[in-house]
Nanobody
């Protein structure tokens, strides 16, 4: 599975961005898809995950109520809609795929190149 994330950019606090991740590979529908982020000087952290069927999602407390993860099986894409952005959301965002639902980055087998999100105050 190959992943490519895009959609990052510069936004003011309170604004919105939508990240997308395009996936290749016939096993996309069977994989959990997650979003992670890594701020400068910090470890990579979990943001959100969605099941293969898109029936279940799970979010980090820090983004719950502001971010929404979704996927389109027909297009092999997963998206992260980010509303109410805060300066502390500034990070490089990565999409990743895992055979099992987990918040642990080390459990994800496939990673896309990150996309930078910068939120100005």
């Amino acid at each position: 599975v190959q992943l490519q994330a895009y959609g990052g950019g510069l936004v003011q606090a309170g604004g919105s961005l939508r990240l997308s991740c395009a996936a290749s590979g016939r096993t996309f529908g069977s994989l959990f898809m997650g979003w992670f982020r890594q701020a400068p000087g910090k470890e990579r952290e979990f943001v959100a995950v969605i099941t293969g069927s898109a029936s279940t999602t799970y979010y980090a407390d820090s983004v719950k109520g502001r971010f929404t993860i979704s996927r389109d099986g027909a297009k092999n894409t997963v998206a992260l809609q980010m509303n109410g952005l805060r300066p502390e959301d500034t990070a490089v965002y990565y999409c990743a795929a895992s055979p099992g639902g987990t918040v642990l980055p080390r459990k994800y087998d496939y990673w896309g190149r990150g996309t930078l999100v910068t939120v100005s105050s």
